[in-house]
């Protein structure tokens, strides 16, 4: 999608900040009869950075793209990371991101590096710089923002003011529509002297709320992050600074001139889970998935546990593991005298078809990486979570060439994963573990231990000691002092 607006407004300088999670962004803990909030506001989160100017570059794609990463981010980690748009204009496409672009072609990108740069390391020039600075996008490298999460998948949001909405109770989404001039020179109906503006100052009127008549005529391909709405409008963050419009947002009108405007059509959104490294391993021989999971299980041994059915949470991850299956049985592995292409191999089904495709768990969207087909005959339902790549049958009995997959590292450990907690001192032996496989050195890898203090008023419940077992930290309690002496 091509976007032709070019406006002229004081450029910005955006800031970093901290997830807020005492408040949440909803404005009125309302539902309505298809249980949505009715209103929310996801700059009351802390997860939205202030708006910058995209300048004479037609880039304003990348800002709705990194807005909705940025929340997405702050959620998950608690970190409120400015991530690069100069990244994106440069190295998206072969052409300059100047000349517009979309979203999803962003994600899909992201999902198969694991790489994007912050604003610091790769700073917004306000043009195409004609050469892309990727020359490390190795997902480990140290200019790696994405440093604590996967990007699973992205999605299309179906047309509809409700799945809009259901798309905003988990954070801001990006929208592709059109607008009109009209939108450039939209000002609040707020006097000069109430446009100062608070931190806290969110409120707006009927008097702001500006419905763009003219989109259909005087045509124009834009993007924006959409950060949330009320009964009579949709919040919208431009990219056109601070000084424009409200701050920088525009509150549009929820009627059928928005719908005109296709403001519903070309929504996206994006699933991420906290990092954890992935090891996988092939096993020889068919199982159905009951069997399957026991056969993974029979490989954990002490210090290398969590096998299961392999977990492909991301796209990257599904390259490297038909790197894992073509070695064994297809193109690459010198044994094999048929050379088989198995681009769409599984986790191990054994493919009879091609014209079967696989759905996520929502119904709706296609898993575009693979397709299936019972061995035994009859065609089984099989789900893949969208959530952390894992899979499941409707029917147990199917049968499958099984690979495993475990979790290596665990998730890095904060302070708020302990409530109560008031310090966490990871053990001398986590870097030296993390360096020896080959690991970030903030990893947390097997038998990587971290001793927690409880704040002053609160006891320990277990040992000290937090341990990484099997991708998944064991870790103590601080309990309230004062209800263990009740108790």
Request: net charge negative; proline share 3%; with cysteine.
């Amino acid at each position: 999608m091509k976007v032709l607006l070019s406006l002229l407004i004081v450029t910005v300088v955006c800031h970093e900040g901290e997830y807020d999670h005492d408040h949440g962004p909803a404005l009125a803990i309302v539902t309505n009869d298809e249980g949505l909030v009715e209103s929310i506001d996801w700059r009351r989160a802390g997860v939205v950075h202030e708006p910058i100017n995209q300048q004479s570059c037609g880039s304003c794609w990348s800002f709705a793209t990194t807005g909705l990463l940025e929340a997405k981010y702050a959620q998950l980690t608690g970190e409120l990371v400015k991530f690069s748009e100069g990244y994106f204009v440069d190295c998206q496409y072969p052409y300059s991101g100047c000349a517009g672009g979309h979203a999803s072609d962003g994600l899909a990108k992201l999902e198969e590096t694991q790489y994007l740069p912050n604003a610091e390391t790769y700073p917004w020039t306000g043009a195409w710089s004609g050469q892309c600075n990727d020359n490390e996008t190795d997902y480990k490298s140290e200019s790696n923002a994405l440093k604590d999460v996967w990007i699973t998948y992205h999605s299309h949001i179906h047309a509809s003011e409700r799945n809009l909405m259901q798309a905003l109770q988990g954070g801001p989404v990006p929208v592709h529509y059109y607008i009109s001039n009209d939108m450039g020179s939209y000002r609040p109906g707020k006097k000069e002297e109430e446009l100062v503006k608070r931190d806290d100052d969110y409120e707006f009127d009927d008097s702001d709320i500006f419905e763009d008549k003219n989109c259909g005529r005087d045509v124009i391909a834009h993007s924006s992050l959409l950060v949330g709405y009320t009964d009579k409008a949709w919040i919208i963050k431009q990219s056109w600074g601070a000084n424009w419009g409200d701050h920088g947002y525009v509150y549009l009108a929820r009627t059928d001139v928005a719908v005109q405007c296709n403001f519903l059509k070309h929504a996206v959104n994006v699933d991420m889970i906290l990092k954890r490294e992935i090891e996988y391993k092939n096993v020889p021989g068919y199982y159905n998935f009951r069997d399957g999971e026991r056969r993974c299980e029979s490989l954990n041994k002490p210090h290398k546990s969590g096998w299961t059915l392999a977990e492909i949470p991301t796209r990257m991850h599904w390259r490297q593991l038909l790197e894992v299956v073509q070695t064994k049985y297809g193109k690459a592995s010198k044994k094999s005298t048929k050379k088989r292409n198995l681009d769409n191999f599984w986790i191990g089904l054994n493919l009879k078809s091609r014209n079967n495709l696989i759905y996520w768990e929502d119904e709706f969207t296609e898993l575009a990486f693979t397709n299936f087909a019972s061995r035994v005959g009859s065609y089984s339902t099989i789900a893949m979570s969208r959530l952390n790549g894992q899979w499941s049958s409707s029917n147990e009995k199917t049968e499958m060439r099984i690979l495993c997959s475990r979790y290596v590292t665990c998730p890095r450990l904060r302070l708020r994963d302990v409530p109560n907690a008031e310090s966490i001192v990871f053990g001398a032996d986590n870097a030296i573990l993390a360096e020896k496989k080959g690991q970030l050195y903030d990893s947390a890898v097997e038998t990587a231990t971290a001793t927690i203090t409880c704040k002053e008023g609160f006891v320990m419940h277990g040992d000290a000691k937090a341990v990484c077992h099997g991708g998944i930290w064991a870790l103590p309690e601080c309990e309230d002092h004062a209800e263990e002496m009740t108790l």
